[in-house]
T-cell receptor, first 109, second 115 residues
Framework: GQNIDQPTEMTATEGAIVQINCTYQ??????LFWYQQHAGEAPTFLSY??LDGLEEKGRFSSFLSRSKGYSYLLLKELQMKDSASYLC??????????WGAGTKLIIKP | ETGVTQTPRHLVMGMTNKKSLKCEQH?????MYWYKQSAKKPLELMFV???????ENNSVPSRFSPECPNSSHLFLHLHTLQPEDSALYLC??????????????FGPGTRLTVT
């Protein structure tokens, strides 16, 4: 079967750095997405990786290793507004998005 | 403002009721999606429409009936639901039906409670 694993919950301190991991086992691979979802709101797109390596976008970076079936989202200089759930999703060989259950990130002052 | 709107935002309905969820996208996209989001579970894809034709139906019970009258509007008709259908129902759109790197744009969702 197809599976996306990410930690259920993480806690970090304001101003610090946090890394949210995602491992996947899918039938084929056509890209990996990270979304942010604040409580009660719509998921919003953060990043897309299809080739190995690091994609940087401001305070957020996303890394992909296709051979390891692994990605992480790195958040720097954490702010209270970064408290949210972070969803990892992979497009399989049929271009269907397979979603993880999300990681709830709690930022403490 | 995400460009995808959903109404109503909250809905409480009995198991014998019939109701409809509405989604509208103002982004000129060609594909639209219905998802179910339950607490601590992955997003479940229910239906996909590309150019107004249904291309995906992930074994969703027949008590959920989608309708896509044009590329900007998507409905989810609900009837004789069960309490386990209580969830957040999210609508999304994307420029095309699935291939490529296009991300999906989500609406704020309808929080459905079945009593």
């Amino acid at each position: 079967g197809q599976n996306i694993d990410q930690p259920t919950e993480m806690t970090a301190t304001e101003g610090a750095i946090v890394q949210i991991n995602c491992t996947y086992q899918t039938s084929g691979f056509n890209g990996l997405f990270w979304y942010q979802q604040h409580a009660g709101e719509a998921p919003t797109f953060l990043s897309y990786n299809v080739l190995d390596g690091l994609e940087e976008k401001g305070r957020f970076s996303s890394f992909l290793s296709r051979s390891k079936g692994y990605s992480y989202l790195l958040l720097k200089e954490l702010q209270m507004k970064d408290s949210a759930s972070y969803l990892c999703a992979v497009k399989d060989s049929n271009y269907q998005l397979i979603w993880g259950a999300g990681t709830k990130l709690i930022i403490k002052p | 403002e995400t460009g995808v709107t959903q109404t109503p935002r909250h809905l409480v309905m009995g198991m014998t009721n019939k109701k409809s969820l509405k989604c509208e996208q103002h982004l000129g996209h060609n594909a639209m999606y219905w998802y179910k989001q339950s607490a601590k579970k992955p997003l479940e894809l229910m239906f996909v429409y590309s150019l107004e034709e249904r291309v995906e139906n992930n074994s969703v019970p027949s008590r959920f009936s989608p309708e896509c009258p044009n590329s900007s509007h998507l409905f989810l008709h609900l009837h004789t639901l069960q309490p386990e259908d209580s969830a957040l129902y999210l609508c999304a759109s994307s420029p095309s039906g699935g291939d490529g790197s296009y991300e999906q744009y989500f609406g704020p969702g309808t929080r459905l409670t079945v009593t």
